[in-house]
């Protein structure tokens, strides 16, 4: 069973960094590719950064492009997502999501994330930037 824990979420200022936890289990990331996703207040839920440990690819949304990095730690199976110079628009709760790596080469997940195509999901963590 694939399952996913967000963790590192909180309260900063704008400029700051946070960095995001994704604690997988049941899978292995050479069969996946990961997904961190957002949903702000209001708004739909929009794909931030995905990677594919097997393609050796990664995708973020042009606007975190050159602030946010996302990685893989192979030792603690997580998936982090660094966020450095935090605006107040980042504020949202940030999911962490799975999806099996021939499904997203098939619906071209690392060119544009589709929320509606990942199956696997965590609970979400909040992140705010004050202004």
């Known amino acids: 069973e694939v399952q996913l824990v967000e963790s590192g979420g909180g309260l900063v200022q704008a400029g700051g960094s946070l960095r995001l936890s994704c604690a997988a289990s049941g899978f292995t990331f050479d069969d996946y590719v990961i997904g961190w996703f957002r949903q702000g207040p209001g708004k739909e839920r929009e794909g931030v950064s995905c990677?594919?440990?097997?393609?050796?690819?990664?995708y973020y949304l042009y606007s975190v492009k050159g602030r946010f990095t996302i990685s893989i730690d192979n030792a603690k199976n997580t998936v982090h997502l660094q966020m450095n110079s935090l605006k107040p628009e980042d504020t949202a709760v940030y999911y962490c999501a799975a999806i099996p790596r021939a499904i997203a080469s098939a619906l071209g997940a690392m060119i544009r994330p589709d929320p509606a195509d990942f199956d696997s999901w965590g609970q979400g963590t909040q992140v705010t930037v004050s202004s």
């Open positions: 990677i594919s440990k097997s393609e050796g690819r990664t």
